[in-house]
């Protein structure tokens, strides 16, 4: 049983026409080919035939694996091509140009007759002033934000992980009160929207297993954001905790939401989280040790979970603590160390 996206990829391959909370920052602007430059780079390995998702050939991985190649460091360009070049990995969205931006990046992934993966972080008063702080100024501008979102995928394959972060910080407190009416009216109105749409599929982020700790305390939340029209929801967006207990986490929350299915970010969950250190940013903030989870797939074995995909970019930076770059950026010497730890 591989769930609702692993029937989904059994027809494309048919060929059908078919975080502790909230502590993240989203990468730069997604890169996407233009005309004529479609093409995978030379070094880059095979797509997984598991997913049905597009690997960008131009992804920050790719580019950076280009680097080191060109200054003779063959083996870890290989190493990074392998382990993360060669995987669908989700694009964030901007706020310059995001018609263009989507319809760029679901045109290419048309092309191969792939999905786009696609991550929605703009909410108003976004991370509760923290370190992702920001999103769109007021919920016109967000309203407007997601209409040329939705306009850029068109009758395109998509799935879309919505606002990471934003359920959570409503049942956690972080999020003041005051802001908690419009927020629940601009998640629904950005799934009805987005459902709308003939190919897209919808995943209300979360959290993970250790920020609301009893999965009781979501299920009104996400019901007052949308998730009857969404397809599910999405589990560690950008987190470490481990597939089992995202699993068994998710399983409790479907079951109070009447059988949703739901996504798990396995990006570097490979060796689960940090050890309690008694520093909160220890544990979420570029935790050493660390390694790619499993790859993504629709392939999970479980038919409540309909995918493992890699929601947070492997190798980008959280901010700048324990000697990273700026929260974005990439580090090379973690994404190595997470490329190395993977058992795979």
Known sequence: ??????????????????????????????????????????????????????????????????????????????????????????????????????????????????????????????????????????????????????????????????????????????????????????????????????RTRVYLDAGNPRWITDPGRLTAPLRRAGIGRADGFALNTANYRTTAENRAYGRTLSRLLGGKTFVIDTSRNGNGPLPASGHQAMSWCNPPGRALGEPPTTRTGDELVDAYLWIKRPGESDGTCKGGPPAGRWWTEYALGLARDADW
């Open 1 to 198: 049983m591989y769930g609702h996206m692993g029937r989904l990829a059994a027809r494309v391959a048919a060929g059908a026409v078919l975080l502790a909370a909230g502590c993240f920052r989203p990468p730069g602007p997604a890169s996407a080919p233009g005309p004529g430059d479609d093409r995978v780079p030379a070094h880059t390995a095979p797509r997984s035939s598991s997913t049905p998702f597009w690997v960008n050939p131009h992804s920050t991985a790719a580019r950076q694996a280009a680097a080191l190649r060109a200054r003779g460091r063959t083996g870890e360009a290989e190493l990074i091509e392998k382990k993360i070049a060669a995987q669908p990995v989700a694009e964030w969205i901007g706020t310059k140009a995001p018609r263009a931006e989507t319809a760029r990046l679901t045109r290419a992934a048309a092309r191969e007759n792939r999905h786009a993966l696609l991550v929605l972080y703009n909410i108003p008063h976004r991370d509760c002033g923290q370190y992702s702080k920001g999103g769109a100024p007021d919920g016109a501008a967000y309203r407007r934000w997601v209409a040329e979102v939705a306009a850029g995928i068109g009758d395109r394959a998509a799935t879309v992980v919505l606002e990471p972060d934003a359920v959570p910080h409503i049942v956690d407190g972080c999020t003041p009160p005051v802001y908690h009416r419009e927020r629940y009216r601009l998640l629904a109105e950005a799934v009805q929207r987005l459902k709308a749409l003939p």
